[in-house]
């Protein structure tokens, strides 16, 4: 987990709370890993989680004790397959020129987030994700919470939560079934596939987006419109 202080002045703070897998990152790391290297019905898992059977967290850390690779093994996969979504760095560019606050808040595993972000030379950048720890009997998941113990219910809402208590205006951005919890919560929501669909299932205004480059043009837009008025 990485925490870097950049928490802007003033009324109108503005936060990005971002997903990871599968919205930073063109496919869903954590799949690939498991699809590689975890033995057993992982799958079986998925679905499941899928419908709503079980919780994101309590999927993760089932299907992650299926993995007995070493770390180095999973950082060297890790490094060849993750490509980051065209526009992240341009993303994060913009948010520091504003002075927003731009988080990830994943239900992936750190230590391949920071893995691919260190690939790319990322560095100024909040993590929050679950906590790993490589043991013979499986890679071992925690959710750690803003109050610093294990999360009792979704990492993502429970972040969401805190960021709108401290006075920000929350911009939400994700692609998948757990992102709709924040999404609930924020003013304004970007969105793309599962996360797309339950936002339309569910009556929440959002924008599609296919790149951190729509992202990043609708945003220009809707910081003006609120100049503007």
């Not at 797309?196 to 837009?221: G, Q, W």
């Amino acid at each position: 987990m990485r925490y870097i202080e950049m928490h802007p002045t003033g009324e109108n703070k503005t936060l990005i709370q971002c997903d990871f897998d599968g919205t930073v990152t063109e496919k869903d790391i954590s799949y690939l890993i498991l699809d590689t290297f975890a033995n057993g019905d992982w799958k079986k898992l998925v679905a499941d989680y899928r419908e709503n059977k079980i919780s994101v967290d309590y999927f993760n850390k089932q299907a992650f004790a299926m993995v007995r690779a070493s770390k180095e093994t999973l950082t060297k996969f890790v490094s060849g397959k993750a490509k980051l979504r065209p526009g992240f760095k341009e993303l994060i560019d913009y948010c520091h020129e504003r002075d927003f606050r731009l988080v990830i808040v994943s239900n992936g595993l750190d230590f391949y987030i920071d893995v691919i972000l260190d690939d790319a030379g990322i560095r100024n950048i909040e993590v929050f994700a679950a906590q790993t720890k490589f043991c013979h009997e499986g890679i071992q998941v925690q959710y750690i919470g803003p109050d610093g113990n294990e999360a009792s219910k979704g990492l993502k809402e429970l972040y969401a939560r805190l960021f709108l208590a401290e006075g920000y205006r929350l911009i939400c951005l994700g692609n998948g079934v757990s992102d709709i919890y924040p999404a609930r919560l924020a003013h304004h929501v970007f969105a793309r596939d599962d996360l797309l669909s339950h936002c339309t299932k569910e009556n929440i205004a959002c924008t599609p987006f296919t790149d951190f480059n729509d992202v990043l043009e609708d945003l220009r837009l809707l910081t003006q419109s609120r100049s503007n008025a």
